[in-house]
């Protein structure tokens, strides 16, 4: 149902089917004529630069991978726990912040969130070590964890209608932008300068966003809000011991435990044992959860944002395509930096088609709303990734910079940046107004907790890959016979470019017949490492359909009412998640 003038478009949450259902549509109209008030968009500027600032930290991380580690002699691994150390806190904490927002206004935990961001980035900046590097990381995503629940309550105090729609499309625009500039930025000053002035910028725009956070419209706190202590530390444990096991699997053992692990359990690996423990904690999470607000206490997440199957089905999706999305960014800038050993400035280029597909995908998918059903889009979505994931596995050769794979990246870039808009307005839409923060905390929890595992799981995947083919290639080789393996660390096999594997094979005996083989074994096996692990991605996004198939069936709209959303929420418990859904 379409209700209009002058290009002033009203969605009703769903199409009714019942005369109280119509009354209920009727009411956001007088006369047939929707009734908008359009607010000024600079307080928009302050939101979405909030938004950058992170995206654009998280996504410098990839691109400065080669010069962290030439500065701190570290594996590209410890660069990906940077990334899951920053991915963890927001997750973790995330849900914390939207409460403190709730009680104490968030806009003010807005500003101090970014003076906390701005510390981290000093920090980052000037970092002598590894350490201090995943430290920063650490603390930037603690400021993130108050940061991502403020921003949807910030549009949802400053818009509404339309423009409140098109304000949820700008928040997930804004993140593809930020990761189109920081490629182009740390590409450039990455290869000319280093990778440091990159983050030294930040610097200066966390400043900026606290200045114009003072056009926001002020909030007032409600002190009643209760803080659930138990929930945090559930769900806080839960998020950090998955994302610490994902991120150590390669390192720590798969199921036995590696001499690189801190301890083991009877022989076992610590890092699946964790995974385990963090689900089931997930759990009493969620059954602490039920029981609290049964009691009539205030929740850490209000379960009305995620009892719905939709609702449940979109944190799925959402996890699914950021997890697909962090996998892909680390895969393609551990091949191009650390295989093909070039520059970050290379790197920039091969991937600007796929982030700047994202950004006008996040942006433009808003246009379709009114055709296309949530459902629709994301199986389309999905259906997408799965076949340029495909595409690449088939087409990737040891040049990122050939049209058949910039054809499969822009193909990938569609789907998930569609992706990602939609599921946010489909959380976004099935709750009030109210719960505005703990949807943004919900999505916020969602998309860092998959950015971790995704990375995690890329570089746990792929070095295991490359690690299983190399062995399988030098034992099967006549010509790398066991003396030169005994000279070789063949139980530490990681990415490393043909000039350090020969650097290395120079320090041992190896004629240069054996060099030659070690080196092509090499480029070898980390091309099929790449295949495989991209096909095993393409699997993932197959899979992903299926809860895709489950979204809602009805066209979008804006946040409803608090009335409007019980509303709908008790007519479903009632008759079904998909009666009265004619649009498929």
């Known amino acids: 149902m379409l209700e209009g003038i002058g290009g002033l478009i009203a969605w009703p949450l769903a199409t009714p089917t019942k005369p109280e259902d119509v009354m209920a549509t009727q009411t956001m109209s007088i006369g047939g004529i929707h009734q908008e008030e359009r607010a000024s968009w600079v307080p928009m500027i302050a939101i979405a630069l909030g938004q950058m600032i992170m995206s654009f930290n998280v996504a410098s991380l990839p691109v400065a991978m080669g010069g962290m580690v030439a500065s701190f002699g570290v594996a590209p691994t410890t660069v990906a726990t940077g990334i899951v150390a920053y991915s963890m806190l927001v997750a973790g904490f995330v849900m914390l912040g939207a409460k403190l927002a709730q009680r104490f206004g968030a806009l003010q935990v807005f500003r101090c969130a970014v003076v906390l961001f701005f510390v981290s980035q000093l920090m980052m900046t000037f970092s002598p070590s590894a350490a201090v590097m995943i430290s920063a990381q650490a603390l930037c995503g603690a400021a993130g964890s108050v940061i991502v629940p403020s921003l949807v309550a910030l549009i949802a105090e400053n818009y509404a209608g339309r423009q409140q729609a098109t304000a949820l499309g700008a928040l997930g625009s804004a993140r593809a ?46 002190p009643d809000v209760q803080i659930d202590l138990v929930g945090v530390a559930l769900a806080a444990s839960a998020i950090i011991l998955i994302s610490f096991g994902f991120n150590n699997l390669n390192g720590w053992g798969l199921a036995a435990a590696t001499p690189n692990a801190p301890f083991d359990l009877l022989g076992a690996s610590p890092a699946p044992v964790m995974i385990v423990l963090g689900i089931v904690l997930g759990q009493t999470f969620l059954l602490w959860t ?17 009892d ?21 960014n680390f895969t393609v800038p551990l091949y191009i930096q650390i295989v093909q050993g070039r520059s970050p400035l290379a790197t920039a280029i091969a991937m600007m088609p796929f982030n700047l597909t994202v950004f006008f995908s996040a942006m433009l998918i808003v246009n379709v709303y009114e055709r296309l059903t949530p459902r629709q889009i994301g199986r389309y979505g999905f259906a997408l990734c799965t076949v340029a994931l495909v595409w690449l596995a088939f087409v990737v050769r040891n040049d990122w910079s050939e049209v058949p794979v910039l054809f499969g990246l822009v193909l990938f870039g569609i789907g998930q940046g569609s992706l990602v808009t939609l599921l946010f307005n489909v959380l976004v839409t099935a709750s009030p107004k109210t719960l505005a923060g703990d949807v943004g905390s919900l999505r916020g929890t969602t998309q860092n907790l998959a950015a971790a595992v995704g990375t995690a799981v890329a570089g746990a995947l792929l070095v295991g890959l490359l690690s299983t083919i190399a062995l399988g290639k030098i034992t099967a080789s006549p010509v790398l016979t066991p003396e030169l393996q005994a000279q070789v660390d063949l139980d530490n096999i990681t990415f490393v470019s043909n000039e350090r594997l020969r650097s290395a094979l120079e320090r041992t005996n190896g004629s240069p017949e054996q060099v030659a083989e070690a080196v092509r074994v090499n480029t070898e096996a980390r091309l099929r490492a790449l295949k495989i692990g991209l096909l095993i991605m393409a699997g993932l996004a197959l899979i992903a359909i299926i809860p895709a198939g489950r979204l809602p069936n009805y066209l979008p709209g804006e946040i409803p009412s608090d009335e409007a959303a019980a509303k709908n929420v008790s007519e479903e418990s009632r008759q079904g998640p998909w009666e009265g859904e004619p649009h498929e």
């Open 290 to 306: 039920h029981r609290r607000q049964a009691a009539g206490k205030t929740p850490l997440l209000p379960l009305e944002v995620i």
């Open 308 to 328: 719905s199957p939709q609702e449940r089905c979109a944190v799925f999706a959402l996890f699914a395509v950021v997890a697909l999305e962090a996998a892909l």
């Open 177 to 222: 932008a930020a990761g189109v500039l920081a490629f182009v930025v740390g590409g450039v000053l990455g290869t000319y300068i280093g990778w440091r002035p990159a983050f030294g910028i930040l610097i200066a725009a966390s400043a900026i966003v606290l200045l114009m956070s003072f056009r926001l419209k002020p909030d007032r706190g409600r």
